[in-house]
């Protein structure tokens, strides 16, 4: 039987994109998956969604955690981490969605060479709605060939399109998955791939489009973090720096 992939769904007020998330999640080609949908405290109709989904199918887990930390997914991913049983995970934003062929395409090149990558990367392609209609706005993808080049980079700005990325799980299980939203807020990602690179574990980019989207839109998280007028970046930026020595 083929590894089984987590995908966590970590939710907050995104009545108007959730359902288009989860059944993305949910029709998979890839034959060996689970569904976990963690609830932030959503104060719109996010829940009533998800419940209702849930009777149609029933596969799909769902849980709910404290909004402790603003901006951020840490809370409800660490819920997820909690409940999931799968060998590899994959975490989404509710705001997002993936092709029905988009973990087999991850996990053909996890597969390919299952002892080299445990973390993986792909291009995620920007889309935004006008009038109902989805407009595509750009591909986001990263380039680097080597643990120094990846080090130096993250010295500049963060070189990973966190919703696309795919851990090994006995990463979490080794507790190199651990974040520190309390110090990083919504930025605590970028923190988390400075410091598994520190512990040598190298983040796996792909080149090419696998089928994810990452929608554009104007009560997204990434955009607040910016709002929220406190300089994760340069925190994280000189705080390695000053450990690589670089």
């Known amino acids: 039987m083929k590894p089984k992939v987590s995908i966590i769904i970590p939710t907050y007020n995104s009545e108007k994109w959730v359902e288009e998330c989860v059944l993305s999640c949910l029709q998979q080609t890839y034959n060996n998956i689970e569904v976990i949908a963690v609830d932030n405290e959503s104060s719109d109709r996010t829940v009533d969604i998800l419940k209702s989904m849930q009777k149609r199918h029933p596969e799909l887990t769902l849980s709910s955690a404290k909004n402790i930390y603003p901006n951020c997914w840490d809370e409800a991913r660490a819920e997820g981490f909690r409940l999931m049983s799968g060998d590899y995970v994959v975490t989404i934003g509710s705001d997002d969605y993936i092709d029905a062929k988009y973990i087999e395409n991850c996990m053909n090149i996890v597969l390919s060479a299952p002892d080299k990558i445990k973390v993986l990367q792909t291009p995620i392609q920007g889309v935004k709605e006008e009038n109902s209609v989805k407009i595509k706005v750009g591909l986001i993808s990263h380039t680097y060939s080597s643990k120094q080049e990846f080090k130096q ?11 696309s990325v795919l851990y090994n799980t006995e990463l979490y299980r080794s507790g190199l998955l651990d974040t520190k939203p309390e110090i990083y807020g919504g930025a605590a990602d970028y923190d988390l791939y400075c410091r598994l690179i520190d512990n040598g574990v190298f983040i796996y980019s792909v080149p090419k489009w696998l089928g994810f ?26 705080y390695w720096r000053d450990k690589w020595k670089m």
């Open 153 to 163: 980079l993250c010295l500049t700005k963060c070189p990973v399109n966190t919703p």
């Open 213 to 238: 989207y990452y929608r554009w839109h104007p009560e997204q998280a990434t955009w607040k973090v910016h709002k929220e007028q406190k300089n994760y970046d340069k925190m994280i930026q000189d």
